[in-house]
């Protein structure tokens, strides 16, 4: 008798106690975990190293699943919660898990700022469009006419491109694939790892509840044929043209990869100029345990 | 345990209470803050700005105080003792982060300069009116404890005790400044680092398989992790379980939250501060905090000249309220008078903690300055008939 | 000798020193001769347009009020301050200006006025920046408010090291000067440009 080994390459990388997860079926978010702790396997980074924090939503509450210290923390302050945690322990390689509305609305002002100081942060945003734990509203990443529970006769606002705003505001590494972009998706994530600075890798992922469904775009695997169809690589493309439209086509690829000093390089070598031997660094005295 | 000799700054100074707050900071093992400037309560970040990168840790000036209130309490998870300064405005931002760490546990100080409001109100004068709002500022049932001083000394010197019951109890403990206070200077003595008894944090000792992030031992206060060591903790705001898991049910809520209430409420005897001037019963005694307690003072010893038999009942822990105290007291005095530079705050739970067997009287000031003695005064000998 | 509650106010203009002068006296007070001191200095719109004003309260005992309610004592260094801050003046109390920056008009007749170039001696030493460590100096001597020693040791706390030596020199130069116009007129300088108030 052969006995199948059943256990998924991923599960060591999650709380299968936790399990089963509160995601709709044919929701993205699960798909985007996988490829999350493929990258992990990938990469063979020290687990101990990873602190994962996510903001709150639907993909707020990737942190309770991932077997990683984990900080769910609240709603649009994943990433300053992140900051304090890599500058009391620069050791820490820590990832910002989160949703579109977590990070670009509520928490937009965070976005831009911990990517201008360039902290050396691996933000993932699981864009599908719209608020989905509140049930379906419009989010700033709503692309134009999609009707939504609280724009119920289409959105009028201009939505936000996150690549274009995050490459203008300072980071280093930008990259924007789909749910059906496993592969590369695990690659951008692992190259992310890689670089030190912020980083910024941008899912967009079916909502079929709420998003999908609202504007008659089908199930889950009609999203997937439509992403298989109308998505386009095209890395290094202009992030100023890579703007999303409801039913239009998807550039996908790795946008921007460039090198700038992160925040603690900065501030170690301003203060070695300014303070010379009188600096002590941070790390040596951080923690204050008995 | 002792303090870490780097951060104290042993001597006889000549110190604002701003100044004084940050060196307590630093004394209590304080490596982290992040803030965002914000009249009256700047100067303290400012020193610790100055005087951080050459003890060994790290100031971050954020984009805003919702920023700030969370990115300390980051670091705390991290390893770091932190805090946060603000005033007025900031304060209102920040509530939802005190929440947070209270749900969380998360050990840290959050310092509040009050000047005068609501809204912008009085950005350089001050006022006693974010007392309620220290208490009660954030949503649902939790407890915090906070602590006024009245002097730069008592800023350097409680900033070490608010540090110190933060760990103990993890908690958010609310340093409730106020203008006069931040911005006066006084002689504030900074004693050696051994002679300054710092509560370390409540890190576990157990073995990754044995450790309950929120399991406790009996006295309802768990021990902590941090990142990267290796426990693979989850921390949420969300109602938990002892793993640390969201577990949202009204058996849990109910274990969870009594929990968080009463890991104060059973140790409000050891939390409770007070300086007292009591001896038999008194005709009237005044409960004051913070500046005004200083202004009290004067109007005390004005009324004692007059022969009027006045006691003196200092807050220095605010909250939780030490309504024990009070109660005893109501039993052999005849009215309370509490001034305090809001239309009425504490004076509440003066009153209601009084429940009748004494009469209460409150000496509200809208804020800006602070009271004159002589208006305190005409209240206590009104209160004495 | 136990010192009275003594409430003070400094003022004049921005880069005067007026800070640092109220917390040289403050120091001397409370680190120097175990009494006890309490500063404020003025925030908001009252420390715009260059002026510049501090509060000091000395006392041997703990001070309670932490604000002036009438000063004892008044040292200006400006005319602005001047017009603002002297009709606070205590009935009695002891005025000290700063020579050329000041025109002392409209003074209650008991008014003890002492008068000092502090800038022009300044400069003279070489740097103008240490005015508020001559006024210091000759309000030492003058007041006889605190012990020299205290203050002088309160000023080497107080300046920045480069400027130690300079700073003390100032002090002792307006002291000295504060010496001779005691001996000159012991009670109070007279002044001819004085026009008194109405009684």
């Not at chain 1, 599908?128 to 509140?134: E, G, H, P, V």
Request: charged share 20%.
């Amino acid at each position: 008798m052969t006995i199948l080994d059943v256990t998924n390459p991923v599960e060591p990388f999650l709380r299968t106690d936790r399990m089963p997860h509160i995601w709709c079926p044919g929701c993205g978010i699960g798909t985007t975990v996988n490829c999350f702790a493929r990258a992990l396997i990938e990469s063979k980074i020290d687990l101990q190293s990873l602190a994962l924090v996510s903001g709150i939503g639907c993909t707020g509450r990737v942190a309770g699943y991932v077997k990683l210290d984990s900080f769910h923390t609240t709603h649009g302050r994943a990433i300053p919660f992140a900051t304090g945690l890599k500058l009391a322990n620069p050791k820490l390689n820590v990832i910002v898990y989160s949703g579109d509305g977590d990070l670009s609305a509520i928490g937009g002002n965070h976005l831009i700022h911990a990517a201008r100081r360039n902290i050396d942060l691996k933000v993932i945003c699981v864009n599908n469009l719209i608020y989905a734990m509140t049930g379906g509203q419009t989010a700033p990443t709503t692309p134009g006419h999609a009707i939504t529970s609280t724009s119920p006769y289409g959105t009028c606002e201009p939505a936000f491109n996150l690549p274009h705003l995050v490459e203008a505001a300072g980071a280093v590494y930008v990259a924007r694939w789909t749910t059906f972009h496993v592969k590369q998706l695990a690659r951008s994530i692992g190259e992310a790892f890689q670089k030190k600075g912020f980083s910024f890798i941008e899912v967009i992922s079916p909502c079929p509840t709420l998003y999908q469904r609202r504007n008659k775009l089908g199930d889950g695997l009609d999203t997937m044929k439509y992403y298989k169809e109308k998505s386009k690589v095209k890395h290094g493309a202009p992030t100023s043209e890579v703007g999303l439209t409801m039913t239009g086509e998807i550039i996908v690829g790795k946008f921007v990869d460039r090198d700038r000093p992160d925040y603690q390089s900065l501030l170690h070598a301003q203060m070695v100029e300014s303070l010379g031997e009188s600096y002590v660094e941070p790390s040596e005295t951080v923690c204050s345990c008995s | 345990m002792k303090a870490d000799p780097r951060g104290v700054l042993t001597g006889t100074h000549f110190l604002d209470g701003d100044h004084a707050c940050c060196e307590g900071a630093l004394a209590a093992g304080a490596r982290f803050a992040a803030g965002y400037p914000i009249t009256p309560s700047t100067e303290v970040v400012e020193r610790f700005a100055s005087r951080v990168p050459k003890v060994g840790g790290t100031f971050i000036q954020m984009e805003d105080e919702l920023a700030a209130s969370i990115t300390l309490q980051g670091a705390v998870w991290g390893g770091a003792k932190a805090f946060t300064v603000t005033s007025g405005p900031g304060f209102s931002l920040m509530m939802e982060h005190i929440g947070y760490a209270a749900m969380t546990e998360t050990p840290c100080v959050f310092v509040d300069v009050q000047r005068g409001g609501p809204s912008t109100g009085l950005p350089t004068l001050p006022a006693q009116a974010d007392m309620m709002q220290a208490r009660w500022g954030s949503h649902g049932d939790y407890e915090i404890i906070a602590l006024c001083p009245n002097s730069p000394q008592e800023c350097f010197d409680l900033t070490i005790q608010a540090f110190n019951f933060s760990e103990e109890f993890r908690v958010p403990v609310m340093f409730m400044m106020d203008e006069v206070v931040g911005h006066m200077t006084e002689k504030v003595i900074i004693p050696p680092a051994d002679q300054i008894e710092v509560v370390p944090r409540r890190h576990t000792r157990k073995a990754v398989e044995d450790y309950l992030p929120y399991g406790t031992n009996g006295d309802g206060v768990p021990e902590m992790a941090h990142a990267g060591e290796g426990y693979k903790f989850h921390v949420t705001g969300l109602t938990h379980d002892e793993h640390g898991y969201p577990n949202m049910t009204p058996a849990t809520q109910d274990k969870l939250v009594r929990r968080l209430q009463n890991k104060i409420h059973d140790a409000i005897d050891r939390i409770t501060l007070l300086e007292e001037e009591c001896f038999d019963s008194e005709d009237v005694v005044v409960v004051s905090y913070g500046i005004t307690s200083r202004v009290a003072q004067r109007a005390i010893e004005m009324a004692r000249e007059r022969g009027l038999k006045v006691g003196k009942l200092r807050l220095i822990t605010c909250w939780p309220f030490p309504e024990k105290r009070i109660r005893e007291l109501a039993a052999t005095t005849k009215a309370f008078v509490v001034p305090e530079l809001n239309l009425g705050q504490m004076v509440r739970e003066v009153e209601r903690a009084a429940n009748g067997k004494a009469r209460t009287f409150a000496v509200p000031h809208a804020g800006g300055s602070v009271h004159r003695p002589e208006d305190i005064l005409k209240v206590i000998v009104e209160a004495s008939r | 000798m136990q010192l009275q509650l003594t409430e003070l106010r400094i003022a004049g203009f921005g880069g005067q020193g007026v800070i640092l002068s109220a917390i040289v006296l403050g120091k001397a007070a409370s680190i120097y001769q175990g009494a006890y001191a309490t500063m404020t200095q003025n925030f908001g719109p009252e420390a715009r347009g260059g002026a510049c004003s501090a509060q000091l309260l000395i006392s041997g005992d703990p001070i309670l009020y932490p604000y002036v309610t009438q000063p004892d004592i008044m040292v200006v260094m400006s005319q602005e301050a001047y017009t603002r801050f002297v009709p606070e003046l205590k009935e009695g109390g002891i005025l000290i200006v700063e020579q050329d920056l000041v025109r002392v008009t409209d003074l209650p007749r008991q008014t003890k006025v002492y008068s000092c170039p502090a800038t022009r001696l300044a400069e003279e030493l070489g740097k103008r920046m240490v005015l508020n460590s001559v006024m210091v100096g000759f309000f030492t001597a003058v007041t006889r408010l605190l012990e020299k020693e205290a203050v002088r040791k309160a000023v080497a706390d107080s300046v920045p090291s480069s400027f130690c030596e300079l700073n003390l020199k100032a002090f002792e130069t307006g002291y000295e000067y504060g010496v001779q116009s005691l001996q000159e007129s012991p009670h109070a300088q007279q002044f001819e440009h004085v026009s008194y108030a109405e009684e």
